[in-house]
């Protein structure tokens, strides 16, 4: 396979200035967007619209962690063939991260946490980067959203007034998410309002939300959570009285188990609360599978595990 891959990275990357001011607009309908991962996908389907306009393709589907993964040769074609280009950025997209840089000398490609200052972003130390789960705080993700807006408008300006529409009754219902998020996860008692979780991608809802968070492995899930880190967690759940901890669909819960024998042998039980949607969405067609139900999912998920009473999110 690999003999394969590298003529089509020598086609997609090859040497060439970067284009000095030119005009990237629609040409035909429907036009071609590639995303990363899910989130970016459903966001960008719901400024859009309508399919007719522009078809809109994910290259990460569910379950899949965004930090380990490899683009394969189908990916590389579609992020050759589109006509703009949505990630992540702040590395999220690891391994890919190059490529996508790259590829932004031929088409428009846009990070869509560009605009986000870095007095807003979270700062790990260890790992000595920011934190890209921006989208566990839907105010956040609400200025991603005008990212995609601005890009959309500014390649098919014909359609400006559909894709500035769609975005702001979009971001009007993240607006009721937030609040909902709010409202919700401080009904939790504050001494429980503890967050533990198989790697640190919710420092931005515990920011948002008003929740401390823990987790097994570092921001990155290619960090490994060492004996001594999971020693001094299970110290500081004991102590602390958590009564339980989440499982995520991208990671293994093999850490998060090993969590749960540590804190039986001490004389402490600790329960599974559930399992969140950390890096991937749900399954397509499922409330799950959009960035919505993603959310509201995790946010209901989290406070009634932790004592707290939340009734689901209602758009």
Partial sequence: MKHLLLPLLALLL???KPPEIVAYQAKSYPYTITTTVGMITDITKNIVGDES???VSGLIGEGIDPHLYKPTRDD???LQNADLVFYNGLHLEGKMTDTLEKLAAKKPVHAITETITKDQLLHDEEEGGHDPHLWMD????????SVITEAL???????T???QANSEAYQAQLAQLHTYAQESLATIPESQRVLVTAHDAFGYLGQAYGLEVRGIQGLSTESEAGVKDIEDLITFIIERKIPAIFVETSVSDKNVRALIEGCAAKGHTLTIGGELFSDAMGQPGSYEGTYLGMIDHNVTTITNALGGTAAGFKK
């Fill in 153 to 159: 408008t500014k390649f098919d300006p014909d359609n």
């Fill in 14 to 16: 090859g040497a060439c």
């Fill in 53 to 55: 306009l522009a078809t």
């Fill in 161 to 163: 007034a559909t894709y």
């Fill in 138 to 145: 839907a105010s956040l993700w609400s200025q991603a959203t």
């Fill in 76 to 78: 590389l074609l579609a």
